[in-house]
């Protein structure tokens, strides 16, 4: 593979990031692979995209936004602040259960809705995860009447808000809301699959049936007030060398050649 070039940029400015947290891992090697290509340094902001918008909104210094929907760097855009919104990367949302809690695709929804079961979600609004989940619950409705209002009222919205409990540094968020017993069974990315089995290998992962299955567009746009600097980084991630370490985490990578979702 010819390896990506890029003209001679300002060192002393870094490129400003802010992206979801479920991009953590995979926007790090991107970034030292900008930063070894180019040498410009990226200071990234990792936080729910829906928190990461509010604080851009107001006014917060940045220049490139990845957000784990399409929605969140809209709102930037059709205000002025930012640029046209380009789908960078896919996701989907599983099922993460607890060791000893036997689960598959087929009873998963009975599962979630046994009383006896806690169910994690992250927060809507504040975290495309819960917004997410919360299409899982919707979906829920067209096979069994009630549904949805059931999960809607169990679900238990652990991870993403303003107020929510940090995990330890380097500690799935998700895994460790699993761990301590706060959930039996957690809606979450399946990107997180990767770091929940070098964590806590006794955690199952569980795809949802067709019927219950809901995707996740990643958006990408660039601040309008950006630098050279932030858009060379956008341009890396969206490129052959970004999409490859977009996928090698689990995302589906659109811009990728003959790629699809996952």
Partial sequence: MAQDTFPA??????ALLHAAGSLRAALTEVAQAFETLTGVQVEPAYAPSGLLRERLAKGEAAE???SANMDHPAALAEAGL???VVLFARNELCAFV????MVTAETVLERMLDPSIRLGTSTPKADPSGDYAFEVFARAEALMPGARAALEAKALQLTGGPSSAAAPDGVNAYGHELARGEAD???????????????????TLVRLPPALAVGADYGLTVMSAASPNGYRLAM????QAGQEILAKHGFAAPVLPNSGSK
């Fill in 185 to 203: 069974i957690f809606l979450a990315y399946c990107t997180n699959a990767q770091p929940l089995a070098r964590e806590q290998p006794g955690v």
């Fill in 82 to 84: 930012a640029e046209p």
């Fill in 9 to 14: 940029a300002p060192r002393r400015q870094p």
């Fill in 236 to 239: 890396f991630i969206l490129s």
């Fill in 98 to 101: 607890r060791p000893g809690l």
């Fill in 64 to 66: 490139v936004f990845a």
